[in-house]
């Protein structure tokens, strides 16, 4: 395992990076609503991030053939937007993405509903938004990676929620994945000693029902094996001297604190 220490020329790119997705997620936020498409949120989204002069790092990556995860529902991640996949009024949908500037990369996830949601749905949103801050309580200089695992796992564990296992959070900087993995589940190894200048994208995947996935037929889509919602929550996050400093969140997110 090897886990970069970033310069602070890397860590100025990188929050400006943060920066510029943190913007694309508020305007995706935005235009979400019944009736689109998931290709339409997704080309506007890709549109966007032209704009701001930057590249969508999903784009093409192994073979991914768009610029942004958008998973529906019962879609954990990676979910292949679609003409012909209609959002509805009553959805939840999960957007992943992650951009390029100046060589360093952002990647942050958001699940958002559309319209009006039942509770239980809205619940399995914040619990998940909530695991992520109760996560990165541990992220900071002297602690391990594991403390951030147990932290997500056991909080989202405690409501009956399945915390998926297969998918991981990971190193981000030069490269879109990068050492560590991070699972969102308490492990037995303490893991990686967290030391300043590291930077993460931390990120639970829950599911409202048990932690099972499977991938579809296309390769990429994973979907909960029981059928049950599932939410997911990311941040890249740099770790400090002191408070670890969330880069993918600016203001007017309204995912932007843990209460």
Avoid at 89 to 105: F, N, Q
Avoid at 239 to 244: H, K, L
């Amino acid at each position: 395992m090897s886990v970069t220490i970033k310069s602070a020329d890397e860590i100025r790119k990188m929050r400006e990076a943060g920066r510029l997705l943190g913007i694309v997620h508020n305007e995706m936020h935005e235009a979400l609503h019944a009736g689109m498409t998931t290709k339409e949120l997704n080309d506007f989204g890709e549109k966007l991030i032209e704009k701001l002069g930057c590249r969508p790092n999903f784009l093409h990556y192994q073979g991914f053939p768009a610029a942004f995860c958008i998973s529906v529902n019962q879609e954990v991640v990676h979910g292949i937007p679609r003409k012909s996949r209609v959002i509805r009024e009553g959805d939840i949908v999960s957007i992943d993405a992650g951009l390029i500037y100046e060589g360093m990369h952002s990647d942050a996830a958001r699940t958002w509903g559309v319209g009006k949601i039942s509770p239980e749905a809205q619940k399995l949103i914040d619990v998940t938004r909530e695991s992520f801050f109760r996560g990165i309580e541990y992220a900071k200089q002297g602690r391990y990676l594991y403390e951030i695992s147990g932290a997500i796992g056991d909080y989202a564990s405690s409501f009956g929620y399945g915390v998926v296992r297969e998918l991981t959070g990971h190193g981000i900087g030069k490269a879109l994945h990068e050492d560590p993995a991070i699972p969102n589940y308490r492990q037995s190894r303490k893991g990686v000693r967290l030391v300043r200048g590291m930077t993460l994208a931390i990120e639970p995947m829950i599911n409202a029902g048990k932690a099972d996935v499977v991938w579809k037929e296309d390769g990429w889509t994973v979907v909960t094996r029981d059928g049950s919602l599932s939410a997911h929550y990311e941040n890249t996050v740099l770790i400090t001297d002191g408070e670890p400093e969330v880069l993918t969140l600016v203001q007017g997110d309204s995912h932007g604190s843990g209460n």
